[in-house]
């Protein structure tokens, strides 16, 4: 069964370093997001991806923050300069269509911000 | 405002016994309903969904929801709970082709 992958399971970074987080999506599969929980909170919705353009991004979702598919394959999320609140599991989903209107997640990449 | 509550933050069950864990949503359009389960070190995993029609859903590993639009409910319900469904479980609503809005989720410890 198709899934969605992404790595590293688990990144190490110091405070102030560039990430980048990757996801490689269902292959048929559309829309495109990143969400992100804080150990012991919520999942919380960051940016949705859609015809190589953001279509939705949350308040948290800051200029530190950027996404892009690179190669038709990939999808990444990029945090330019970490801060130890980033620290989390980001999960990326995908989803075929908006009819089908259901979001398959990723295992998720655990990020440590030193 | 989109929001998603579920008020147990902790429940603990024997095996064998029915589980019911409750979610409340509000969402300013129809809502598409989702419940997902994550064991630990592990993402998350779509159990079953409402979009329209039966309000009683049936999901993967016998597990069910109802929706009930007069009282913005979703609760999950499984009638014989097994040592394997110790996890966490999140409620999350979202529009079609939106993003979801999660709950802070229900821990589910399972006792012999």
């Known amino acids: 069964e198709p899934e969605v992958t992404q790595t590293p399971s688990h990144q190490v970074t110091q405070m102030g370093q560039e990430v980048i987080l990757r996801c490689v999506p269902i292959s048929n599969h559309l829309y495109f997001y990143w969400y992100r929980q804080i150990l012991g909170q919520k999942v919380e919705f960051l940016v949705s991806f859609y015809n190589n353009e953001i279509s939705e991004k949350s308040e948290i979702f800051d200029d530190q923050f950027s996404v892009e598919r690179p190669d038709g394959s990939n999808f990444t999320l990029k945090i330019r300069s970490t801060k130890l609140e980033d620290s989390a599991m980001y999960f990326c989903?995908?989803?075929?269509?908006?009819?089908?209107?259901?979001?398959?997640f990723g295992p998720g990449t655990r990020l440590t911000v030193l | 405002a989109q929001s998603v509550t579920q008020p147990d933050i902790h429940i603990t069950v024997s095996e064998g016994a029915s589980l019911e864990l409750r979610c409340n949503y509000s969402y300013g359009a129809t809502p598409y309903l989702f419940w997902y389960v994550q064991s630990p070190g592990q993402g998350l995993q779509l159990l079953l969904k409402y979009f329209s029609g039966d309000t009683l859903v049936q999901g993967i590993k016998g597990f069910e929801a109802e929706f009930k639009r007069s009282q913005s409910s979703f609760n999950l319900r499984k009638p014989s709970v097994h040592w394997s469904d110790a996890a966490e479980y999140f409620c999350?609503?979202?529009?079609?082709?939106?993003?979801?809005?999660f709950g802070t989720g229900t821990r589910l410890t399972v006792i012999p």
């Open positions: 999350a609503v979202g529009g079609l082709g939106n993003n979801l809005f």
């Open positions: 989903a995908s989803m075929r269509d908006r009819g089908v209107n259901e979001q398959f």
